[in-house]
């Protein structure tokens, strides 16, 4: 493994590097990605951020945001940088898999491979990593990579410290998650101090959803929304037709499993949603419900404690079904 002293002797002179970060990315994947781009950038890096798939419109004004490949849209492109990448960060994922076609290529790669996350049971495929599960967000992550590792808070200006507190907030759950830690709240600060715009990154995040958008979460929470008391479990099934109705694009579907959690009493949440080749699932857990064991016992995924998802190739009906049965097993967990 490369150490960070031979780390920082590399950055030290320009190199080519892509960032990349998992399919679907969500706000702590976009804002650590463009966030440690914007860092990179100042010391004259030629820096790409590839992603493996699109990511929600919201994501779309954060600053470098212009500067985005997307595998699925440019793939010569991205092949070719990532084949000719002296670098190769890798944030928000710990597996290949997670990247979908772009992680043989970067399998396949030459160049030395930065791990950044905090999810468990990391891969063996990098050359440098700085993992802690107990982070709240990889965001969080790359500020103390860059003041306390690389020792170059200076460069933390306003385009960097608004991408960050853009991961950081969206992956604590606007800073209500138990690993929001009092040293959360003080790289916040800072990141605020360095012209992060608290009020107006959540005003577009939260504050910027489209007609269609409300009208497909009403219809979730009136009609799909399924509370089994007996397990202290809320379930909101999704067909497809749902989805083609409202015209649902990426990221539309984000945060609604969190209206399941937040009924009084339910300590376990799960958004099932038809697509179309396979049914996913994004569960959400209070307290000490192991969330993420359901997502790799049963559904092919993972994750963090209270926050997981998974993939299953049955129909939507099987799949909750599937699900149905499995929380006898946990029943113990989900009543005490």
């Known amino acids: 493994m490369l150490d960070t002293a031979s780390l920082i002797k590399l950055l030290a002179q320009p190199q080519k590097i892509v960032i990349t970060t998992h399919h679907k990315p969500d706000g702590d994947a976009m804002g650590s990605s463009l966030g440690l781009y914007n860092y990179l950038i100042q010391q004259g890096h030629h820096t790409k951020v590839i992603t493996p798939t699109d990511y929600p419109d919201f994501l779309s004004w954060l600053p470098g945001n212009g500067e985005v490949i997307i595998y699925t849209e440019q793939t010569s492109e991205a092949a070719e940088l990532i084949a000719g990448a002296d670098m190769i960060f890798c944030l928000d994922f710990n597996a290949l898999n997670r990247i979908n076609e772009m992680g043989a290529l970067v399998g396949e790669s030459s160049a030395i491979k930065i791990m950044i996350d905090h999810h468990l ?3 063996d495929f990098d ?9 709240c967000a990889t965001a969080q992550l790359i500020y103390t990579f860059i003041t306390d590792e690389l020792n170059n808070k200076k460069l933390i200006n306003k ?26 709240h003080r790289i916040i600060a800072d990141l605020i101090d360095e012209g992060a715009v608290n009020w107006q990154i959540h005003e577009q995040i939260y504050k910027n959803s489209s007609e269609n958008r409300l009208r497909f979460l009403g219809i979730c929470l009136s009609e799909r929304l399924e509370v089994l008391h007996e397990f202290n479990t809320a379930i909101i099934a999704v067909p497809k037709a749902d989805l083609e109705k409202y015209d649902v694009i990426t990221g539309d579907t984000e945060g609604i499993v969190n209206y ?4 009084a009493g339910v300590k376990l949440a799960a958004f099932i949603v038809e697509r179309n080749d396979r049914v996913k699932l994004s569960l959400r857990s209070k307290g000490e ?48």
């Open 121 to 123: 049971e990391p891969q």
């Open 127 to 135: 050359d440098y990593r700085y993992w802690d599960i107990n982070a």
């Open 159 to 184: 385009d960097v410290a608004t991408c960050l507190y853009t991961g950081i907030m969206t992956d604590s759950a606007s800073f209500s998650l138990p690993k929001t830690t009092s040293a959360v």
């Open 260 to 263: 399941a959690l937040s009924i």
């Open 289 to 336: 419900f192991p969330a993420n064991e359901i997502c790799k016992k049963y559904f092919e995924g993972g994750g963090h404690r209270n926050a997981a998802g998974g993939v299953s190739s049955g129909s939507l009906e099987e799949v909750v079904n599937q699900f149905k049965l499995i929380l006898p097993e946990y029943k113990k967990l989900l009543i005490q």
